[in-house]
């Protein structure tokens, strides 16, 4: 929970003790200066304002008022102070490419699919390890990167709900995947540098073999796990396409060949791990993360929020609101 201080308190103790002066002068000034006037011909009906006048007369100097003292808060300069875990030292940064294709839909992770059950075990990861730096890779027909290695877990999360099935077409660039993922890693100066790929395909499509994608990491300091994600045999699928909108359910043959996938991972000196059940695919994610840690200190700093901005905001338009009113409604009778 946060706490709340004001940087100049002297305007707050003003904003408190507003409600005595406002009494004190209202009851001061009506007393020195009331004076009573019979308005209308003389032996005739007194003119006597509308008694709304009077209501609205009231109401401009209560929210005068009440805008009076907000601006005198938000002069005070309110702040809500928090604790924030500050990292001193650098994490690792890791980017999951992961295979988008319509095959991904196919319902055999414990009933799920085995996309929707990859960005959750991606979430949980990031999660339980904060001072890492961790993004995101698309790869279909091509590869795309979707997020940069970030510590902002909000910006994360808000790909991976809008991230779906058929997003980069029909096709698995698996050499692209891999090559967008070193690219993005070459200029970091993290200590350890990760690419995982979660894939249920062969590679099908782009211009780069998978292999070759892979033979360049070493030289560059990164490493390289592939999760062949799925079961063999037929397997119900079911997603809505992109581009027609239409819902695609039935039945395909799932089938991907381990050793090219095997291969693809000693080009790089990766690791190599097939998760046809939900049990071998979390294990997957726990290997990842035991293999990949790093020591990160880390300190707790107070975190300021300025909060004058909606004072100011409310205070001023009171303050207008009883202008006007008193110009244009009141002065017809005042």
């Keep these: ?18 409600p005595f002066a406002f009494v004190i002068a209202g009851r001061f000034f009506r007393r020195a200066f009331s004076l009573s ?20 007369g009231q109401f401009c100097k209560i929210i005068t008022f009440f805008g009076a003292a907000l601006l005198l808060l938000a002069a005070s300069g309110p702040i809500a102070v928090s604790p924030a875990v500050v990292w001193l030292d650098r994490g690792a940064d890791i980017l999951f ?13 414990a009933g799920r699919r085995r996309f929707d059950v990859s960005l959750d075990l991606v979430r949980d990861f ?21 997020v940069p290695p970030t510590t902002d877990r909000a910006a994360l999360e808000s790909k991976l709900s809008s991230f779906y099935i058929g997003e980069m077409g029909d096709g698995t660039a698996l050499g692209m995947g891999i090559s ?9 100066v993290s200590p350890r540098r990760t690419i995982v790929l979660i894939t ?12 070759t994608a892979a033979e360049t990491l070493p030289a560059r300091n990164i490493s390289l796990y592939i999760i062949a994600v799925g079961s063999s045999g037929e397997v119900p699928v079911d997603y809505v396409d992109p581009v027609t909108r239409i819902r695609r359910t039935g039945m395909f043959e799932s089938r991907y060949n381990p050793e090219a996938l095997a ?3 000693s080009a790089g000196n990766g690791v190599f791990m097939p998760a ?12 990842v993360n035991e293999a990949e840690i790093t020591v990160s200190r880390s300190g707790v700093r107070e975190r300021k929020r300025p909060l004058h901005v909606p004072m100011i905001i409310a205070g001023a338009f009171m303050c207008a609101a009883a202008f006007l009113t008193r110009k244009m409604v009141l002065g017809a009778f005042l």
């Design 276 to 287: 046809p059940s939900a049990e071998a695919f979390t294990g997957a994610f726990s290997r």
């Design 180 to 188: 967008v993922a070193a690219l993005h890693l070459s200029g970091s």
């Design 37 to 56: 006037l019979s308005l209308g011909p003389p032996g005739g009906a007194i003119f006597k304002a509308p008694l709304s006048a009077g209501f609205l």
């Design 126 to 146: 990031s999660r339980n390890r904060p001072a890492d730096a961790i993004g995101l890779v698309a790869v279909g027909n091509d590869a795309a990167l979707l």
């Design 97 to 109: 490419v992961i295979d988008c294709s319509p095959s991904m839909a196919a319902l055999d992770i």
């Design 263 to 265: 291969k693809v991972a």
């Design 1 to 18: 929970m946060p706490n709340f201080a004001f940087e100049r308190p002297v305007f707050a103790l003003a904003a408190l003790l507003s």
């Design 200 to 211: 249920d395909g062969e590679n099908n499509a782009g211009a780069i073999h998978p292999e």
